[in-house]
């Protein structure tokens, strides 16, 4: 097995999960990395799309931001943000929507917004951005974020995105026809949403990682699928493509 | 009518205290040269829109240039806060900062019925997430043939609206390409607009990725100050100064530090400063 | 996704009885030969929209083909009446023809509501006129923030829309250029599509007047029809073909010099007929 | 006195109402030739707007319909017709609509849509197109229509797109700021509203025309301002310009 970073399992993982045909709203870091290991090894027709208007974009390096320009220069089409957000996200043709955020709970809604009061805030962060509607007009929505306790909280004080609700109930309830957080993707392992429940119930965990570890850094009590398995340890190709690409950006930013 | 004239005479002609101005451009094209013409003039309570307020809106607000803050993400992007910003919000320094929040698909909207003369945008948007409870701005109208509830914001119609554009030929029509953001629709919903260019050119030679033309009579100031965008980028003409963007995260960590910068690179520089950036990363 | 496929094929998967369809085209690109092919494979009930219908409504309907037309302007444009739009509406004949009237900025509104993924549009319009006294589709909402009362109308959603392009490339992406009208609305509003382009290249060669991309994935299926959008124009194609417009005239205005023509030039046809007038006003 | 029809007449008197400033939303027929002449003699700067999306068009022969390639390929830009509609027209952005229509009223009301009952038609006309809102949206509106019993009516079986309103008082009083119809371009006389009443009244008689004439033309008993005065015939230049650029378009089509 080749030596890998919990970062890069958790690229690697959420790379694994899109698919030639996805149509797919990509955030910075993580996910766009995530995304282009895809498109350069198993989905070479996907379709990637970034919030800045950018339309099938195939770039290169990766951006720094969701709005540079190797992403114009590379799209099959480039489009207005407000064209972007209304016949694009919300006219509902976009399949896979990523997401991360500062903070998260057991059913997957996302705290971007603030840490505190919000009218007397502990701690500003920075906002939805495109995250309350990504989250419900996207086909289905994966999240990718490192564990850790101040991160992964049994309840939130700021609701920015909807995962399946408050309760696991609520996005059903207000009609919501889009999936919702299918996947959440970790440096520690991968969450599924329970069929029943909704509640994020860990469906493999990466290898060298333990329960305890697991545990130690969620805010709640994890639940795990009954068939819970070891999630497969990067392919030398996988680590090869994402390091690569990896490398081209840095020599490329640097420049 | 479009106006050729100094960036210095278009901010003082167009941009007063109390007005609320919106500069955009969405990662690209962002006009930091008119963003520093307006510290310096040292216009006060303005009300600032913008969806990413980023690093020009944190020189702003740390010099205290603005009451209050209409956006929808706030940060230094790919490297992290927009400390100024923070300090405001959270510190109430140099004064207190009220903001006004929405989501980006919120803000695209409310620019689109701005230049759509329209009161209000309707979207499908803001299910099941908290902001509504503290934005009472945003509201909701009922769909009349489907009885389905949709959320609405205010349009957007700003003072003034400012950005920053590739060129404009002499007839005062200006050519944006590349990723033009919301840029068009702040201008058409803008009741006076500033729009810096890279250069005068005779001809636009529209057809180009994505190009977007704004003729010259829905346009009052045009000001030609080549690199205007630096640190971000004006596709064509020269690539992001990355390096910039994270030294300014240790810059804006510091009041001291922050107003040292600020009276160094603005205060005490013009315009024409911005010209040898876009030599330096072309 | 994309798939090319025959036009004969295209329209027996895709336009079914009683389905609501709609061919655009500004002036420019409109869908003859398309048209054409839903006339020869005998489509009947359908409810056909388009903001300008014209001469190949004038003939789908003359053939008996829809049960309701909803449009904002009908006419042979630059020559006078589509008789045999008048014909239906004033005498039913073939058979009657329900028509759901607008404006063209309501109906502009629809598609882009359409396209939008919102059940309605709202706009300034139908103020102290009497549409919206016989189309009881046209109600209003109040701005939630002015109070101000606005029209709205339904966004159309059709179960086919169909237009014509310049070119696609082998993945199927599509580009328009010149006048685009609303035909990207169009597709993005529509259940299903089929789109006839002058020929298939390897690159599109984006940057162009107004060029327009529609990615593969949001079309449904592509036909290759040189000189589908005859006797209309297609830019860098071919020209508009006047004279055809003003011979309709006196084609359309008999039933029986009507129904020859159809025979002979639809009927006793397939889509190939097109390309000879690519090459005539070439 | 140079020879000339009472339609050159007509355009003439249009074309010159028209300021280099002015941004015209153009239809097709006598408004096109008018804009066009305006650009040709005393406007060169005017900007002519195409309901199709067409903006800062210069066409070189007339269009034969407002979609023609000519005028995208002389025009600065084109737009969509969603964005027309809604950033030009509903923007606010168009000084000069040009109407023209089958029937017409004493305050400027049109039909374009029906002669008879709207459900049992007995003429059915083309219907309103961009009218109804260009009517509102636009700074104000010019009218060309040749005069005739059939065409000038007391009243309207339909109004299409709005004037000053049924008795010249609707118009102000359901709050539309934009002016209206500020004039009624006719192939014997120009109508301009009464301050007070609103009623089209005529400011000018075209050379050779008698006040019989328009009685005899009109369906309603025409009013006069006061200081009504006889229109100035066409000069040679507005002559030669408009007839070169009406040669220039037939020989231009014929082709």
Redesign the interface.
Known sequence: MADFTRNEMMTIVAARALKNDDVCFVGIGAPSAACNVARLIHAPQITLIYESGTIGTRPNVLPLSIGDGELCETALCTVSVPEMFRYWLQGGRITVGFLGGAQIDKFANINTTVVGDYHKPKVRLPGGGGAPEIATNCGEIFITMAMGKRAFLEKLPFITSMGHGPTGAERRALGVKSKGPTRLITDMCVFEPDPVTMEMTIRSIHPGVTREEIAENCGWTPRYFDNCSETPAPTAQELEVLRDIQARTKAAHAA | ?AKFMSLADAVAENVRDGDSVAMEG???LIPFAAGHEVIRQGRKHLTLIR??PDLIYDQLIGMGCADKLV?????N??VG?THR??DA??NAWPHPLAIE?H???AM??A??AG??????A??????????PK?NP?I????????G?V?A?V?AHRPDVGIIHAQRADR?G?VLIE?????Q??VV?ASKRTIITVEEMVDKLD????????L?H??IGAISVVKGGAHPS?A?GYY??D?SFYIAWDKVSRDRDTFLAWMKENVLDKTPDAFAAHAKRSA
Request: hydrophobic residues 30%; glycine residues 8%; charged residues 15%.
């Open positions: 009518m969405f990662t690209h969806m990413t956006f929808s993400w706030g940060g992007p790919g806060s910003i923070r919000v959270e929040e989501s980006h698909a695209a909207n620019y689109e230049a759509s003369n329209l009161p209000f309707v979207l499908r948007g803001y299910i099941g997430v908290d902001l503290v701005k509201k909701s109208v009922t769909c009349p043939y489907t389905e949709l609405t205010p007839e029509n590349g990723i033009t953001g919301c068009k629709e058409l529209a057809p180009s990725f994505n190009s977007t033309v003729p009579w829905t980028y596709q690539t992001r990355n």
